[in-house]
């Protein structure tokens, strides 16, 4: 059966906005129509990729004139995060499907408007959380959610991984920018955090700094203030508790990425780069006769590779991107809902917000205290 063709316009031809790309290229009954940046260089980075495609994109220097021309069903915003607000005040007022990266807003405030803006809007409106569908991690979440190790009570997420990379302008360096590491890097894991334990977070504190990274750069006289390092603990109403473990100046990792379920049955890991998944269930252990084997033996524990075959482009994210951009479009050709909604993606940045304001005042944060009321 022939595909409805989706056109993509594109906001934002970064480092990420490329990756969509790309993903889009690899997608069937899909065309990148209309690209939008104010950086030139960017642009024609963009412009590269598609060189050669059937139909070539109409280029713009500003998101208004892309939005005013129409040549798109869809759109995907991946400018910088404090500009997400102005995109979307503009973009929710098109008939167009939209994909808007994370996180979603620097500000609850910001996020609340958008929401707003959004209400009774037929068309899709879609928060990019691509480490969801990473392939280890979506099998994982699957099996925890199916009953493998039982009622759920920890989630622990690790990431130990390199600097930030450099972004147009250096505006990444900033936290006035980015809404604060734990917002721009880690929104990710705090919705991972929900989505696996089917809750929303109660309480949040936090320890963390600026310890090694961005110290000796200096931009107008300023230097960077985003903190590199941190522990969040994230505490949930029914007694549940998560822990993200972030260190920025680790790159020299194994497995830079590793995330732990634990049930009252049993345990799940899922380890990235290496796309590796470890089950074991404790009733391996509880029916033994004898005690006295350390745990940490890896007896009982069963350990596979995870790959889906059917990603046509790995990229950056281990596949993830792909298959979020083929669930996206296959909800705009079939009405569905966004797998991840506005309100995901503004309680995910609250939880890291939390976080940095638990960091600055040492005292442990209601997330009453951060989210509109009635939340």
Avoid at 87 to 100: E, G, S, W
Avoid at 159 to 180: C, I, L, M, Q, S
């Amino acid at each position: 059966m022939k595909l409805q063709k989706i056109r993509y316009g594109l906001i934002g031809c970064g480092s990420m906005g490329r990756e969509h790309i790309e993903n889009i290229k690899a997608l069937d009954g899909t065309v990148v129509t209309a690209i939008a940046d104010t950086h030139a260089p960017s642009r024609d980075a963009a412009v590269a990729l598609l060189d050669g495609a059937a139909q070539a994109p109409q280029v713009f220097d500003n998101h208004r004139d892309l939005l005013a021309s129409g040549l798109f069903d869809a759109l995907v915003i991946s400018t910088p995060n404090f500009t997400h607000i102005e995109m979307m005040r503009d973009a929710l007022k098109t008939d167009a499907h939209i994909l808007i990266e994370k996180p979603l807003v620097t500000r609850i405030e910001d996020g609340v408007e958008m929401m707003k803006l959004a209400e009774g809007r037929k068309p899709l409106v879609w928060v990019a959380q691509e480490y969801r569908y990473m392939p280890p991690v979506a099998e994982m979440i699957r099996m925890a959610h199916g009953g493998a190790v039982g009622a759920l009570h920890q989630v622990a997420i690790r990431e130990h991984r390199e600097p930030f990379y450099p972004k147009v302008g250096d505006w990444n360096r900033f936290t006035a920018n980015t809404g604060g590491t734990l917002v721009e890097k880690c929104c990710h894991y705090f919705n991972l955090m929900d989505l696996i334990l089917k809750e929303h977070p109660s309480r949040v504190f936090a320890s963390g700094a600026q310890r090694v990274n961005h110290l000796d750069e200096r931009y107008d006289g300023r230097t960077p203030d985003v903190l590199d390092s941190a522990y969040v603990i994230v505490e949930y109403p029914s007694g549940a508790r998560a822990m993200l473990d972030l260190c920025m100046f680790a790159e020299n990792s194994v497995d830079n990425e590793h995330i732990a379920i634990v049930g009252a049955e049993g345990k799940l890991e899922s380890l990235l780069p290496s796309l590796t998944l470890r089950h074991g269930r404790r009733e391996d252990w509880g029916t033994r006769k004898v005690w006295g084997e350390p745990s940490g033996s890896g007896r009982g524990v069963a350990v596979r590779r995870v790959w889906d075959t059917n990603i046509k482009y790995a990229g950056q994210h281990f596949g993830a991107s792909f298959i979020e951009h083929q669930k996206f479009a296959h909800a705009i050709r079939n009405g569905l809902p966004a797998e991840v909604s506005l309100e995901d993606g503004l309680r995910s940045v609250a939880t890291g917000l939390a976080a940095h304001r638990s960091i600055a005042s040492g005292q442990a944060v209601d997330m009453r205290d951060v989210l509109p009321a009635g939340w």
